[in-house]
């Protein structure tokens, strides 16, 4: 997939086209008006750039060669007028455009963090989260900047373009065949170095995942390795990947300037022919001063649209690699999919069963579960024991629907659970693991994540309810006090009771306990399953 759009550049198959530009224009159609707007500014301030040389011209041919002062006098007040009005016309342009670009960026971004959502837990054990980073925010930045702001240089260039050579041709149409020599020779350069730019930026991609893969891999972990004495090892890796980001960064800056070096020299040569051959009909009297230096002008102004367009060559390059990536996301299969019209959910007392269920992991061998029957009354606390690797949390993973059995089905008061509505299952099972997730915010926060419709008053019940009073009173703002990242201060009890306290708020039918004491000592798993009992008696 990650060659999705060099494949469309490379063929021009307008099914490919559709497939990668679908997705990315379905943002940027709901902004029409507001694109509109940008392109009316666009095409008013290139009006005002291109009136500003002919107003020189005049002001020289029929001001100060022809001593008129009164035509200077006026043409010197237009020009003022013209540059106030077009400094006006920019400033509001650039932030019309900036929040027309935060719009689009940020609803590529969330649609992308939606469809993660989604995935399986296989999907994110495969793939590394550095990785999946890299491509949420610097290839959707790139895929943005391409979709608005190539939009709008390619509007302005055309009118540019435009403009310029019909006023170049008005000038001179003998001088105005220089561009006819310089844009094929232009075309056909930046075409040859349109797959090393690819290439280049491709890998520059696969360098800057490495160091962020890298970062979130080591930093959580930075207590063992300094436990472990191997700061100097890990700070070595970094300026390994570090010195490869670079190099490749230096590639593709190399890459680039002579992608645009090389067009540049032969625009300056081209406007070199032009003054030599202008300026000597001007030394002989058969051209005006002011036609010489507004011509010149033009030129710079027309060659510079034409570099611009034919710098989309570079800029689809680097778009075609960041949206390669970003479809491989979006494009990632869901493995659970929602009833299209989900069944009220079973208001019973919490009664599971399995029926002849099987289910195998993709990419491994052997099947976890094989025709596997059990009933689990509602009300009822089941222990279930095993080696590891037998299926016990491959079993919470089906029951939350994480994945769906590859055959057989399980019922939840008699229900099938692929025909509940998946949110509503989950609230109705709560999990409370050894490895409790919190969340860099206050106490209240993190206790009322499954729940944050929760009241203030339910919030001082629970905390009573699961012995949590003295951490609360430890916080210098109680409840409203800040817990560090992933609550790496607090006891592994006060972790315990903090999940306990989740999942008392969440109200479910079935409470799961994943290993849930194992990081505690021995008082400590005595106290948590007496709170357990307590406030989760008559469930399942």
């Given at each position: ?34 694109i509109a707007v940008l392109l009316g500014l666009s095409l008013s301030a290139s ?101 608005v702001d190539s939009l709008f240089s390619a509007v302005s260039s055309v009118i ?248 057989g089905r399980i019922l939840l008061d008699g229900a099938d659970l692929r025909e ?121």
């Amino acid at each position: 997939m990650g060659g999705l759009f060099s494949r469309l550049i490379e063929t021009g198959d307008p099914l490919l086209m559709r497939q990668a530009l679908a997705w990315l224009y379905g943002f940027v159609r709901p902004q029409r008006k507001a694109i509109a707007v940008l392109l009316g500014l666009s095409l008013s301030a290139s009006l005002l750039a291109l009136a500003q040389p002919w107003l020189v011209k005049t002001l020289i041919d029929e001001g100060l060669l022809a001593r008129d002062y009164q035509t200077l006098w006026h043409m010197a007040a237009i020009m003022i007028v013209a540059g106030l009005l077009g400094t006006v016309l920019a400033g509001v342009n650039r932030y019309l455009h900036t929040r027309l670009s935060g719009r689009i960026l940020f609803a590529l971004r969330d649609d992308l963090y939606r469809h993660l959502q989604q995935l399986s837990p296989t999907f994110y054990g495969r793939r590394r989260t550095g990785d999946i980073l890299s491509r949420l925010d610097g290839d959707v930045a790139e895929i943005q900047r391409f979709a608005v702001d190539s939009l709008f240089s390619a509007v302005s260039s055309v009118i540019g373009l435009i403009g310029a050579v019909t006023l170049m041709l008005m000038l001179s149409w003998q001088l105005s065949l220089l561009l006819a020599l310089l844009i094929p020779i232009e075309v056909l350069w930046l075409r040859w170095m349109r797959r090393k730019v690819e290439r280049e930026v491709r890998s520059l991609r696969e360098r800057s995942a490495d160091v962020s893969s890298f970062l979130v891999e080591t930093l959580p972990a930075m207590k063992f390795i300094q436990a472990s004495g191997q700061q100097a090892r890990e700070a070595g890796r970094l300026d390994q990947l570090g010195q490869g980001y670079m190099g490749q960064l230096l590639k593709v800056q190399v890459t680039e300037f002579f992608t645009q070096a090389v067009p540049g020299t032969l625009t300056s040569w081209c406007r070199a022919c032009a003054f030599l051959i202008g300026g000597w009909w001007v030394i002989q009297g058969t051209w005006q001063l002011g036609a010489l230096i507004a011509f010149s002008t033009y030129m710079g102004m027309a060659v510079g649209p034409v570099q611009s367009l034919l710098g989309l060559y570079v800029a689809i390059q680097r778009m075609a690699v960041s949206l390669g990536r970003v479809m491989e996301l979006r494009q990632e299969p869901v493995a659970v999919r929602e009833a299209p019209v989900p069944r009220p959910m079973p208001q019973g007392p919490g009664e599971l069963r399995l029926e002849r269920v099987q289910f195998a992991h993709a990419g491994r061998q052997g099947a976890v579960m094989r025709e596997v029957d059990v009933v689990i009354p509602g009300g009822l606390k089941v222990a279930i024991s095993g080696a590891s690797g037998v299926g016990k949390s491959t079993l919470i993973d089906l029951l939350q629907r994480f994945y769906d059995p590859d055959a057989g089905r399980i019922l939840l008061d008699g229900a099938d659970l692929r025909e509940l509505d998946l949110g509503a299952l989950r609230r109705r099972i709560a999990v409370v693991s050894q490895d409790i997730v919190l969340f860099r915010g206050t106490l209240a926060q993190n206790l009322a994540y499954s729940a944050p419709e929760a009241s203030r008053a339910q919030l001082e019940q629970v905390v009573q309810l699961t012995q949590l009073d003295s951490l609360v009173q430890s916080l210098p703002l109680g409840l409203d006090g800040l817990l560090g990242e992933r609550g790496q201060q607090l006891s592994g009890g006060q972790k315990q009771r903090i999940a306990i306290a989740r999942a008392v708020l969440q109200e479910p039918a079935i409470l799961v306990l994943d290993e849930a004491t194992s990081a505690v000592d021995e008082p400590t798993e005595r106290e948590v399953i007496a709170a357990i009992d307590q406030l989760f008696a008559g469930r399942t």
